[in-house]
């Protein structure tokens, strides 16, 4: 498959998958929206408040990098300053609930018409990094996911699993030297591969005949790289260089964060 062909796949996806979480929150009343997530501080209006201002940001980074560039300094500033949350949620709290689900809406629309006309070998700027075209969309798949999870978890609902959790898992394996240097630690040199169980079924690999494998649920080890379950309350096998790596994996940009506890988040 070419590239520009996957990157219609992504694009797809992607608007599949937000379209999976808006069907969880849009038939929600205000009291679902206010109840609070496995977030410090954060409700499920919070955690699409985030949504919404990022896929906006990453429409930005997409159509205007430069000015990307300078909305990312004011970030960085607020974050030494009021603060993170104030800067990205202040305006979107102060609405009310229908105006946050259509404020989401917007943004994410136009980041899939941004994402239609973008060359699959573009470098897009981001908080870190730049990245590719393809990792770019997985990381705002993975993005909607994730938070997905944190609303799901709140609101004690299930989603079904689908291969769309494909993206996660790649964007999961290419970050595992990152989840180190971000640490501040030279990844190590051997290598860990993966052998995951897709929902569908069928077995993801990634270097198979690498030195130590992780083996099991595809949908849990998404659940382990973007720190919304530890690997202990999984059953994810892995050796003791593969454990080491999901210690610390973290496949979204940003300063070096902790994931839950062992028994705080199982789901």
Do not use: K, N
Not at 22 to 31: G, H, L, Q
Request: proline share 6%; hydrophobic share 40%; with cysteine.
């Amino acid at each position: 498959m070419t590239r520009e062909a996957d990157l219609v796949v992504l694009r797809q996806d992607l608007a599949d998958e937000q379209r999976s979480l808006d069907e969880v929150v849009a038939t929600r009343d205000a009291s679902d929206w206010a109840r609070p997530t496995p977030s410090p501080g954060w409700t499920v209006a919070d955690q699409i408040g985030h949504l919404a201002y990022f896929d906006a940001a990453a429409t930005r980074a997409l159509v205007d990098p430069a000015g990307f560039v300078t909305d990312a300094g004011e970030l960085y500033r607020a974050a030494d300053g009021d603060g993170v949350d104030t800067f990205t949620l202040g305006a979107f709290r102060a609405l009310t609930t229908d105006a946050q689900l259509a404020a989401w809406r917007r943004a994410r629309t136009r980041l899939l018409a941004a994402v239609a006309s973008v060359d699959p070998a573009t470098r897009v700027p981001w908080y870190g990094p730049s990245l590719g075209a393809l990792s770019f969309l997985r990381a705002r798949l993975m993005e909607t996911w994730a938070h997905g999870v944190d609303v799901t978890d709140a609101l004690g609902v299930t989603r079904q699993s689908t291969d769309r959790l494909r993206h996660v898992a790649e964007l999961g394996y290419r970050t595992r030297d990152w989840s180190y240097r971000v640490r501040g630690e030279d990844p190590p040199p051997h290598r860990v591969g993966l052998a995951l169980r897709a929902p569908s079924g069928a077995t993801w690999t990634w270097d198979d005949d690498a030195e130590e494998m992780i083996t099991g649920s595809a949908e849990e080890f998404c659940l382990v790289v973007t720190q919304r379950r530890h690997i202990d309350d999984t059953s994810l096998v892995a050796g003791d260089r593969g454990r080491h790596w999901l210690e610390r994996a973290q496949a979204f940009a940003g300063p070096p964060t902790r994931g839950p506890s062992p028994g705080t988040r199982r789901g």
